[in-house]
């Protein structure tokens, strides 16, 4: 009897330790801090509400990105963390929170968020190949009739309100653990832990169905610090000879990037750039198109830290 009893309490054990193993995994899988590349990853799927939305808002969205219990049909992607999850994930990244849009009693305005800036990318497999885009690619905008502007999406940390189930009257928390909105279309939306940096009226985005994956697809979503970088870029082709040093030096000037641009023996222009990584981007797609007269065969780069050394951009020779 007694070794009977010593065998169902072990595999009790072995059962409660398995489940506890299987959350675990399922935790580490729904959320994954990158410290190092300043980046979390999250794991989700598009939402299957936006299927009857239609009837709700006559197609229009209200989030990029909702928690699980948020408002699934106002939301492109359903994650599979918490808001509280989320915030704490990139708190722990070293990001401070900003602060949410508000009311300025005085004046009368509406005060837009501010803080610090993420990248939102969106990843999925489909017919065996795997496909990335920007968060904003998923949206169309109904005003211009294109998909969404890629922006930096502000970290405003959502606003307080008084947190019901503690019993410290005075305890705070942010609105978005509540509701679990992550990430807001609505410009001045400030229950949600990002907000959109470009003003909009309301209902302005829908899903954009020339992108968005079928409903219920598995997604992985990046968020990542929109960090200062250096990018050492080396431009291939007919690149020398045609303006193409002025040319990279007039649109780094346009866009805030310092660095420089030279010529080198074998043919090629090299670049040093330095800038936030969402203004590099826009830099690296102007490099590719370069000048009329150029003609670019292929163009390397390699990500370094920022050095801050850079004031202004120049033409070396």
Aim: one cysteine or more.
């Amino acid at each position: 009897m007694t070794t009977r009893f010593q065998r169902i309490l072990f595999f009790t054990r072995l059962i409660t330790v398995s489940l506890i193993l299987v959350t675990v995994c399922r935790a580490e899988e729904a959320l994954q801090i990158l410290e190092a590349e300043k980046k979390i990853v999250l794991s989700g799927e598009i939402s299957t509400a936006l299927g009857t939305y239609e009837e709700h808002l006559q197609g229009a969205v209200e989030y990029l990105i909702c928690g699980q219990g948020g408002k699934a049909y106002e939301s492109i992607i359903v994650v599979n963390s918490t808001a509280k999850e989320i915030y704490e994930a990139v708190r722990k990244l070293g990001v401070e929170k900003g602060t949410p849009p508000g009311y300025d009693e005085e004046t009368e305005e509406m005060i837009p968020a501010k803080g610090p800036g993420v990248l939102v990318f969106v990843e999925w497999t489909a017919n065996g190949e795997t496909k990335v885009v920007r968060g904003e690619d998923l949206l169309h905008n109904k005003r211009t009739q294109k998909p969404m502007q890629h922006v930096t999406w502000i970290f405003s940390g959502s606003r307080m309100v008084p947190d019901l189930d503690s019993e410290d009257e005075e305890a705070m928390i942010p609105q978005a653990f509540m509701g679990n909105d992550i990430i807001a279309l609505n410009y001045f939306d400030g229950s949600a832990l990002f907000q959109n940096p470009l003003p909009n009226e309301e209902n302005t985005y829908k899903k954009n169905d020339a992108v968005l994956p079928p409903l219920g697809t598995p997604v992985k979503v990046t968020i990542e610090v929109n960090q200062k970088m250096q990018r050492h870029i080396l431009i291939s082709g007919r690149v020398q000879g045609i303006g193409f040093r002025y040319f990279t030096k007039q649109n780094a000037m346009q866009l805030g990037i310092h660095g420089y641009a030279k010529n080198l023996p074998d043919g090629t222009v090299e670049v040093v750039a330095e800038g936030d990584n969402a203004t590099l981007d826009q830099f690296m797609t102007i490099l590719r198109k370069g000048p009329p007269a150029a003609k670019v065969d292929d163009v390397k780069v390699e990500a370094r830290p920022f050095s801050g050394e850079y004031t202004t951009f120049e033409i070396r020779y």
